[in-house]
T-cell receptor
């Protein structure tokens, strides 16, 4: 069975500082990995995904994520945090083959402090 | 591109009534749509996977007779909560996948529907 772990319930970072939101995964075979962001009382917005290719994936709003196969991690990063980045972030994993079901992590609340 | 809408955005109903939620892909055809339920401060719980023209696949523990899903076209899926009770109060979110049947790919989410059952 596939699974995702987001070890931090909340991450606090000062505006302008780099941010990292952690994610580790477990899946049979090669993974498809995703990051989504959710603002209060809204659905999820797609940020970026890793399917294959370069381990560093660039996405929306200046976010990027690094796929590390040996550590089974897919941490979300941004060089300089903005107050508007404050939101709930979800990591998700799916199999590269077969059924489309994607498993979401429990979410990490990012708080950017002015 | 890849916009998904949901209607209504919120609904309040009396216990015992049924509520229908619509999910539409506005600018693409979605072979597969997903329905999730999200409790406060928790992750998304997949309820069912809906493929156009066929019966939905429900996750373990989800009552298919209570949560009726219809995916009549490539742009519309509906979730009907039948005989709603207060414990059904939740945030329901749909998504549409671009990967096609049997392929994992990006899901695009609707804005969600807040259901409150009195």
């Amino acid at each position: 069975a596939q699974s995702v772990a987001q070890p931090e319930d909340q991450v606090n970072v000062a505006e302008g500082n780099p941010l990292t939101v952690k994610c580790t995964y477990s899946v049979s075979g090669n993974p498809y990995l995703f990051w989504y962001v959710q603002y209060p009382n809204r659905g999820l917005q797609f940020l970026l995904k890793y399917i294959t290719g370069d381990n560093l994936v660039k996405g929306s709003y200046g976010f990027e994520a690094e796929f590390n196969k040996s550590q089974t991690s897919f941490h979300l990063k941004k060089p300089s945090a903005l107050v508007s980045d404050s939101a709930l972030y979800f990591c998700a994993v799916g199999p590269s083959r077969g059924y489309q079901k994607v498993t979401f992590g429990t979410g990490t609340k990012l708080q950017v402090i002015p | 591109g890849a916009v998904v809408s949901q209607h209504p955005s919120w609904v309040i109903c009396k216990s015992g009534t049924s509520v229908k939620i619509e999910c539409r892909s506005l600018d693409f055809q979605a072979t597969t749509m997903f329905w999730y339920r999200q409790f406060p401060k928790q992750s998304l719980m997949l309820m069912a996977t809906s493929n156009e023209g066929s019966k939905a696949t429900y996750e373990q523990g989800v009552e298919k007779d209570k949560f009726l899903i219809n995916h009549a076209s490539l742009t519309l899926s509906t979730l009907t909560v039948t005989s709603a009770h207060p414990e059904d109060s939740s945030f329901y979110i749909c998504s549409a996948g671009l990967g096609g049947r049997g392929r994992t790919d990006t899901q695009y989410f609707g804005p969600g529907t807040r259901l409150t059952v009195l």
